[in-house]
T-cell receptor, first 112, second 116 residues
Framework: EDKVVQSPLSLVVHEGDTVTLNCSYE??????LLWYKQEKKAPTFLFML????IEKKSGRLSSILDKKELFSILNITATQTGDSAVYLC????????????FGEGTQLTVNP | DAGVIQSPRHEVTEMGQEVTLRCKPI?????LFWYRQTMMRGLELLIY????????DSGMPEDRFSAKMPNASFSTLKIQPSEPRDSAVYFC??????????????FGDGTRLSIL
């Protein structure tokens, strides 16, 4: 059974801090890893990673995948209160079709 | 462009009643997913469809749950009879289907279901 573990489960920082969120996985025939941000409603897609060592970047957010060590990190620099959300990591495998397995999420709170 | 549209946004009903949740996927998306989210269990996949055909329903909790997709623009998730433990936020998501690659799923705003 595919497994995704995120850490920490919750994190409280001050505006301007840099944070690193972790996602480790155990998946048979890994295909891709996705990051989502969930505020009050729907999870919204951030990044999809399929290759090791290639950084995906969007503004202050960036993510990288290590397929050898089976983990990914999501970095947020110069955090703002609007970054407060639950960040979800999900993985897909070649044996599970279109199915994604989600981690529990990291609750990030950015205080002014 | 319109995103995934779910209705109702909130549903409060009494135990034993039938509940029907509705979803309209993004036009052109071939895959549709139903999820349930709770504090205890996080985001769980219940069932997904490719081209209106159910592919994996292993996450459907029990026979009280059923899902249909009669056409490419509409799906329902039905609970009958409902129980208090079914209280959760139910999300619908859709994605384009593209060969062997996984596509990002786009989520609706969810239906917050409370069974009294």
């Amino acid at each position: 059974e595919d497994k995704v573990v995120q850490s920490p489960l919750s994190l409280v920082v001050h505006e301007g801090d840099t944070v690193t969120l972790n996602c480790s996985y155990e998946v048979t025939n890994f295909r891709s890893l996705l990051w989502y941000k969930q505020e009050k409603k729907a999870p919204t897609f951030l990044f999809m990673l399929t290759s090791s060592g290639i950084e995906k970047k969007s503004g202050r957010l960036s993510s990288i995948l290590d397929k050898k060590e089976l983990f990914s990190i999501l970095n947020i620099t110069a955090t703002q209160t609007g970054d407060s959300a639950v960040y979800l990591c999900a993985v897909g495998s070649e044996t599970s079709g279109s199915r994604l397995t989600f981690g529990e999420g990291t609750q990030l709170t950015v205080n002014p | 462009d319109a995103g995934v549209i779910q209705s109702p946004r909130h549903e409060v009903t009494e135990m034993g009643q039938e509940v029907t949740l509705r979803c309209k996927p993004i036009s052109g998306h071939n895959s549709l997913f139903w999820y349930r989210q709770t504090m205890m269990r996080g985001l769980e996949l219940l069932i997904y469809f490719n081209n209106n055909v159910p592919i994996d329903d292993s996450g459907m909790p029990e026979d009280r749950f059923s899902a249909k997709m009669p056409n490419a623009s509409f799906s329902t998730l039905k609970i009958q009879p409902s129980e208090p433990r079914d209280s959760a936020v139910y999300f619908c998501a859709s994605s384009p289907r593209s060969g062997v690659s996984i596509q990002p799923q786009h989520f609706g705003d969810g239906t917050r279901l409370s069974i009294l």
